[in-house]
């Protein structure tokens, strides 16, 4: 790895000659991304980023490399990490690096320290603004804020101590504000603000409805399924799916297994969403009950240890577990080593466990399977997510000065402008209130 000051020079990527390759798939995606286009054609004139030192820790997809090129289209001197080991695309960070000159340090398939020293070299960027998914970037940064030096993983560690008291007091006072892309990064955001200890503010990009809405519950819909069926090539048809937790992310899973044919069960701990769950038509049952129907199950919670051994033991030979949450901590992978012999690879992506004689395959590692084993969320969705993540940065450095240490909404103007941008980009009209329905909507003297 090279760490030289220019960008073009500093990266760390698999390899610059798949940047051809790259760029094709780069630009399949940004055709479906004309909110992103025209909000970048805009930041071209514009420049409001001008001068910024920006650093994002997403999942370096085609779409991540769209976003990113907006950026620096706005005037970011952007540095890039992957947010997840195994969700890099190699091409599309080889084209970024060899054709935009921005330094992006991923590899898919890196190992923890790797994974760890490219956060560092993401901090060592010095950042203005940072961006998120799955607040990896600020809890380190926290974590250097509060000198909780035992929580940093060792590069970080290393590098934060040879930096004098007064370089990471200026490391950590340097960042105006950062964004975070989905809802782990958002809980663990909001505890630090409940702790009063977050360091500047966030803008919860997932909290969007234009993100949430569409990216969590369609984008996960698709690349879920997509990702299994990548991974395992089973036939959905009649095959038993069971879906831990029916949030955003869980709807959408949910509801594409049952279009392809699989008899759905939802396993939830709030009464509310497991009731939702029954009205749209799927069966509920604790996760014990399920384990021996399902021959495949997939969380998508958030949570830790949802799939644990006791269940893995009352599933059917040959079951398949897969997360699409955002940390490998849904499936209990750690006591499933103690008890289980394996792994054996059996095909890419599946892991072969034999326990009690009988055999689980886990997919992934455990990690988001949608963007392990297929491509992540199609670009036409990470449109609207991403808009709101360009949208928001900017509006962050405009508005610094006035948000306080927490965690905020992009404004709902900007939402509801990146909704009517993605209608109209669909070729979508639709009707506006008249003066009467508008005088009718505010009025509370009509009756009947
Ligand atoms: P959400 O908060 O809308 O839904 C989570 C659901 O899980 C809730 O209904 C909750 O009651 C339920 N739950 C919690 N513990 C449970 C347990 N032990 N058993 C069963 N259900 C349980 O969150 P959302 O937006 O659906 O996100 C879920 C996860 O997916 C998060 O980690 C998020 O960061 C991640 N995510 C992953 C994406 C991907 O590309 N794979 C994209 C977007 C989000």
Redesign the pocket.
Known sequence: MTTAAKPQDAHDVKDLALAVEGRRRVEWAERSMPVLRLIRQRFEKEKPLQGRRLSACLHVTTETANLAITLKAGGADVALCASNPLSTQDDAAAHLVKDHGIAVYAIKGEDHETYYEHIRAALAHRPDVTMDDGADLVGSLHMIALGRMDDLAPPVRTWVESLSKDARAALVKGVIGSTEE????VIRLKAMAKDKVLQFPVIAVNDSDTK?LF??RY??GQ??VDGIVRATNLLLAGSTVVI???????RGVANRFRGAGADVIV????PV?ALEARMDGFRVLP?ADAAPLGDVFVT????VN?VRVEHMRRMKDGAVVAN????NVEIELEGLKKVAKGPREVRAFVDEWILDGKRVNILAEGR?I??AAAE??PASVMDMSFANQALGAEYLLKHAASLSKDVHRVPQELDREIARLKLAGMGLGIDTLTPEQQHYLASWDLGT
């Open positions: 989905t809802t782990t990064g949430h990216d969590n984008g996960t690349s879920t831990a937790g029916y949030g955003w992310c869980g396993t939830e701990v709030d969403k996760m998508l919670t958030g949570n949802v699409s949450g955002h940390f988001l949608n963007l992540g969320h």
